[in-house]
Structures are given as structure tokens and as C-alpha cells.
């Protein structure tokens, strides 16, 4: 049987443990879980009250140098190592963001891992899952609503132009970036501009991602500004009198998931902000109850360390009071030979030569986990077009960088058992203590925290950043700063991967990786 008919076979729901099974093995009550189905369900807040006085287990977090567009595997060797370490002995819990259809039905596929390191059951967790991202759109909306009746009924201070809040929608759409709302005469609504952005973007997913419990969930949904009026004062969320109701369809959402990886470690899945506009971290409330439970605890972060490693850092780990402990950062060999300079048509070719220029980019992003004052494991994910002179080359760079170890990871090709090196590394690393620290204050004025990332995270010299933009995501609790533009809702490719997707008479869906 071939490497992909096994991952198949393996997480068929006939073959999976019952989630309730993997839960209380984990260290939770029955009474703590709600069931959705058999292979998935909900974690009580609870918990946290129950084992507040446990210590916390050690952190890493999982990043990657900058990828390329189709991604370097960084949730697959999230899971592998979590497979790897499960292997190897460890209590070790996986956190994850859930997927966005967006990118599911888009370009980049879904985001359960692949090969034979995946979270399952992954249709279900790629698709509807427990309904949370459905929560936001419907709270999101909601409130998209309210603004327009209000605007309709001459109760809004503020005039259509001046009003900053979208529509969303979990599909890539482009036609849908630009909008006129109100068409068709007076009884229908005041006609303005408006935008829809896709779920992930909105504010209130990054709101589920850092609540603490329902109490903060509604506090900040409460300060979700949705405008400006003529005196330059803000209008919120609370003023417009529909944050609670917006928290109440946001009550169940609130609650961490709970699947499993392949091999039947714990893996909680829940919100997903992008990490390009948002912080790109899954929730706050997912790591918290993940490490009261858990000896070791792996986390992602999107994108590279100058992007999702620097924001939770300076966004997650503060708000949670967290200390990560490690950094894993995914490298490949075929993304270094793209940064230096080969074109995706030649990557498959072994250039040594392209592949020493394109270390750079690894050395940097090594020298941003060491800046904040985390051990940092290299895990070189291996491709099949790799030769193993690139891959001894990749682990003699990455240590020549200062990484503390560098292993050649192959969880894609044989789960747990491909990832036990990497595993014993990355534990290794984080019994050596932490000295992880922020490098900004949160009272540092804005300008200077700009500045600091740009010169100590990007690297930048010589040029000035123009940043076009700030505007308060008050409701997360963080400013965004936009440099460039940026597109809040994606659109569909010529050739995106809903055209692979299908399903038999049998219900048996193929295409969905």
C-alpha cells in the first residue's frame, strides 16, 4: 500500500479512537467535553478553573523561514513533531488555527497537514467543523446590519462614508471587494460603499483567538469601532446596543475543539485569524488549557518568524502571560533555492550554489527567534526531488546560523517515526530554560514599535517604510499598521483547488488535502 493510500486508510472514521476517549486520556473529564459527534467535540472553560493551579508545560512554537506561495509544510511538521514526541514518550498536546474554506477551495488547499501527518477526522475539520467560523460571520453580519438600520432610521451620528466596518464571507470572492449597498429606492436602505472581507480577516475572529472567557469576549466586542462621527470620537459596538447580542452567537464558539493527530495525540483546533492581517495564531484559550493538561505543547504561528512568530510574541504571549520555552523553524530546501534566485520550473534541480544564496533568508529568520531569546530547532522538511548533499548542506548552514540543532524531517512520509529526531531535539531544547522576552514594552509609542520591527524583525536599513495606514482594532486590542496594499478579500486562481473535489454515491469525498 502507497504512503497516501495509508494516510487514507488511516483516518477512515471506522479506524479513529472516539474523541471522548482521546479527551479523558488527556487529562479531561467527560462532563468537560461536549460531544460533536464521534470524532470531535467542545472543552468547557472549566477546565481551567479546575487545574488553575497546575504549572504550565513547556511551549514551542512552530514557525518557518519566509515560504513559497504553495507553502513549506509547516502544519504537517507541526503534527509530525507532535506525533514525533508522542512516539518518543512525551505528554504532548498539538494546537492549531481552524482552516479557512478560502484557501481550501483556493490556491493553498486545506490546513489538516498531509501525508501521514494530518489532524483528523480532516474532511470535517477543513469544512463546516463545529461551526465556529459560521459563529463569526453570523456575529460579523449582524452587526454590518445594525449599522444599516440605524443609518436608515436617522439614528447613527455618523454619515454612510464614515463608516469603517465590512461585510464577511468564508469564500474567495474578488467581485465582492468593492460594493454598493441600499440599491433600489428608499424603502430598501441608504445607498453607500461597502466592502465584504473574507472570516479570517474579520476583527471578531481575532477577538475569539485572544478572549480569556465570555466576560472579556463581550467586553471586546463592545469596543469594536465601526466609524468615526464629525468630532473625531469613535463609534463602538456598545454604543449601537448589539454586543451582546453578537456574544451570545459567539457563546459556543468560544470553546477550544478537540480532534486528534493520526496517531492519537490531542490536538485542539480553534479560531483562525490570517496572520497577515490579523495576529495568525490560534486561540489564546487553546495553548492556555492545552498546557495545564499537557508535558509539552506544540503551536503554529502563519507564515514566517518575521510575521506570525513576531506577533505572537508581541500579541498572544502577552495578553496569555506565556513563556515559550522553543522555536521550531521549518526550512526546505526548495524554498532556500527559490530566495536564491532558481524559478519554480527549475526548483526540482539540485543547485548547491542557489542554495548557499538562499541561506540568508534561513540565517535570518534564526537570528529573530534567538532575538527573542528562544532556542531555536531547524527542521529541514524533506521533498522527494531533495538530494541528500542539499539536505547535509541545509543542517550544516542552519548550525553554522546558531540554530542549537538542525534535523531533516520526514513526517510527511512516515508520520511519528519520521519526526523522532526532530523530536528529541526540539524536547532537548526546551529543558535548557527560556530567556524568551518581547522586544518592545506595551507602553512603547507606536512609531517606535514600528521601527523596531522594521529594523530588528525585517532587517530593514537604508530606506524609509512608508506606512499609508493605522487604525485601532480596538476590540482585539491591537493597532494594524498597512504598509502597502493589502487585499482583505482573496480571490479564486485559474486553476484553484475546488476543481480537484468531489464526492461518490458513498459519500467518499477525494481532492480535499
Same mark, same amino acid.
Given at each position: 500500500m502507497s504512503q497516501a493510500a495509508k494516510a487514507l486508510d488511516?483516518?477512515?472514521?471506522?479506524?479513529?479512537?472516539?474523541?471522548?476517549?482521546?479527551?479523558?486520556?488527556?487529562?479531561?473529564?467527560?462532563?468537560?467535553?461536549?460531544?460533536?459527534?464521534?470524532?470531535?467535540?467542545?472543552?468547557?472553560?472549566?477546565?481551567?478553573?479546575?487545574?488553575?493551579?497546575?504549572?504550565?508545560?513547556?511551549?514551542?512554537?512552530?514557525?518557518?523561514?519566509?515560504?513559497?506561495?504553495?507553502?513549506? =509544510?509547516?502544519?504537517?511538521?507541526?503534527? !509530525?513533531?507532535?506525533?514525533?514526541?508522542?512516539?518518543?514518550?512525551?505528554?504532548?498536546?498539538?494546537?492549531?488555527?481552524?482552516?479557512?474554506?478560502?484557501?481550501?477551495?483556493?490556491?493553498?488547499?486545506?490546513?489538516?497537514? =498531509? @501525508?501521514?501527518?494530518?489532524?483528523?477526522?480532516?474532511?470535517?475539520?477543513?469544512?463546516?467543523?463545529? @461551526?465556529?467560523?459560521?459563529?463569526?460571520?453570523?456575529?460579523?453580519?449582524?452587526?454590518?446590519?445594525?449599522?444599516?438600520?440605524?443609518?436608515?432610521? @436617522?439614528?447613527?451620528?455618523?454619515?454612510?462614508?464614515?463608516?469603517?466596518?465590512?461585510?464577511?464571507?468564508?469564500?474567495?470572492?474578488?467581485?465582492?471587494?468593492?460594493?454598493?449597498? @441600499?440599491?433600489?429606492?428608499?424603502?430598501?436602505?441608504?445607498?453607500?460603499?461597502? !466592502?465584504?472581507?473574507?472570516?479570517?480577516?474579520?476583527?471578531?475572529?481575532?477577538?475569539?483567538?485572544?478572549?480569556?472567557?465570555?466576560?472579556?469576549?463581550?467586553?471586546?466586542?463592545?469596543?469594536?469601532?465601526?466609524?468615526?462621527?464629525?468630532?473625531?470620537?469613535?463609534?463602538?459596538?456598545?454604543?449601537?446596543?448589539?454586543?451582546?447580542?453578537?456574544?451570545?452567537?459567539?457563546?459556543?464558539?468560544?470553546?477550544?475543539?478537540?480532534?486528534?493527530?493520526?496517531?492519537?495525540?490531542?490536538?485542539?483546533?480553534?479560531?483562525?485569524?490570517?496572520?497577515?492581517?490579523?495576529?495568525?495564531?490560534?486561540?489564546?484559550?487553546?495553548?492556555?488549557m492545552a498546557l495545564k493538561l499537557a508535558d509539552v505543547v506544540v503551536t503554529e504561528a502563519g507564515f514566517g518568524a518575521d510575521l506570525g512568530l513576531e506577533k505572537f510574541a508581541h500579541i498572544v504571549a502577552r495578553y496569555g502571560h506565556l513563556k515559550p520555552a522553543a522555536a521550531l523553524v521549518v526550512a526546505t530546501v526548495r524554498a532556500l533555492k527559490s530566495h536564491g534566485g532558481v524559478p519554480m520550473a527549475k526548483l526540482a534541480t539540485e543547485d548547491v550554489e542557489a542554495l548557499k544564496r538562499g541561506a540568508e533568508n534561513l540565517a535570518a529568520h534564526i537570528d529573530i527567534v534567538r532575538a527573542f531569546g528562544m532556542h531555536c530547532v531547524v527542521g529541514v522538511n524533506r521533498f522527494p526531488t531533495d538530494t541528500d548533499r542539499e539536505l547535509e548542506l541545509v543542517t550544516e548552514l542552519a548550525a553554522q546560523f546558531g540554530a542549537d540543532a538542525a534535523v531533516v524531517n520526514d513526517g510527511f512520509g512516515r508520520g511519528g517515526e519520521g519526526s523522532i529526531e526532530l523530536a528529541e531535539a526540539v524536547l532537548g531544547a526546551t529543558k535548557n530554560g527560556s530567556n524568551f522576552a518581547p522586544l518592545y514594552g506595551p507602553d512603547t509609542p507606536i512609531r517606535e514599535q514600528i521601527q523596531t520591527l522594521a529594523r530588528r524583525v525585517y532587517g530593514a536599513g537604508g530606506f524609509t517604510l512608508p506606512i499609508r495606514n493605522v487604525y485601532p482594532s480596538a476590540g482585539a486590542g491591537f493597532v494594524v499598521a498597512l504598509a502597502g496594499d493589502i487585499q482583505l478579500m482573496p480571490g479564486l486562481g485559474k486553476e484553484p483547488a475546488y476543481t480537484r473535489i468531489d464526492i461518490d454515491r458513498n459519500g467518499t469525498i477525494t481532492g480535499l488535502t
Open positions: 488511516a483516518f477512515r472514521p471506522e479506524r479513529l479512537r472516539p474523541v471522548m476517549e482521546v479527551g479523558k486520556e488527556f487529562g479531561l473529564r467527560e462532563s468537560e467535553m461536549i460531544s460533536y459527534g464521534p470524532h470531535k467535540a467542545k472543552i468547557s472553560l472549566d477546565v481551567l478553573k479546575r487545574l488553575e493551579s497546575r504549572p504550565d508545560g513547556r511551549l514551542v512554537v512552530v514557525t518557518a523561514i519566509t515560504p513559497t506561495r504553495a507553502g513549506e =509544510g509547516k502544519t504537517t511538521s507541526a503534527i !509530525s513533531l507532535t506525533q514525533g514526541l508522542g512516539r518518543i514518550g512525551a505528554n504532548v498536546a498539538l494546537c492549531l488555527r481552524q482552516p479557512s474554506t478560502g484557501p481550501l477551495f483556493g490556491i493553498k488547499g486545506g490546513g489538516t497537514g =498531509g @501525508g501521514m501527518a494530518q489532524i483528523v477526522p480532516m474532511e470535517e475539520i477543513n469544512l463546516h467543523f463545529t @461551526g465556529d467560523i459560521h459563529a463569526v460571520e453570523a456575529a460579523h453580519n449582524l452587526l454590518a446590519a445594525v449599522i444599516d438600520a440605524a443609518i436608515f432610521h @436617522g439614528q447613527l451620528e455618523i454619515g454612510p462614508s464614515f463608516i469603517t466596518w465590512p461585510r464577511t464571507l468564508d469564500v474567495n470572492d474578488r467581485a465582492l471587494r468593492h460594493i454598493v449597498t @441600499g440599491l433600489g429606492g428608499d424603502e430598501h436602505g441608504v445607498p453607500r460603499e461597502s !466592502s465584504f472581507i473574507i472570516a479570517a480577516a474579520s476583527e471578531i475572529m481575532a477577538i475569539l483567538a485572544l478572549a480569556s472567557d465570555l466576560e472579556d469576549l463581550r467586553q471586546r466586542i463592545g469596543r469594536i469601532i465601526v466609524g468615526q462621527r464629525k468630532d473625531g470620537s469613535f463609534v463602538t459596538a456598545e454604543d449601537l446596543r448589539v454586543a451582546g447580542a453578537m456574544t451570545v452567537l459567539l457563546k459556543e464558539a468560544l470553546l477550544p475543539n478537540i480532534v486528534q493527530t493520526m496517531e492519537g495525540q490531542p490536538a485542539l483546533v480553534h479560531a483562525g485569524p490570517f496572520g497577515n492581517i490579523a495576529h495568525g495564531n490560534n486561540s489564546l484559550l487553546a495553548d492556555q
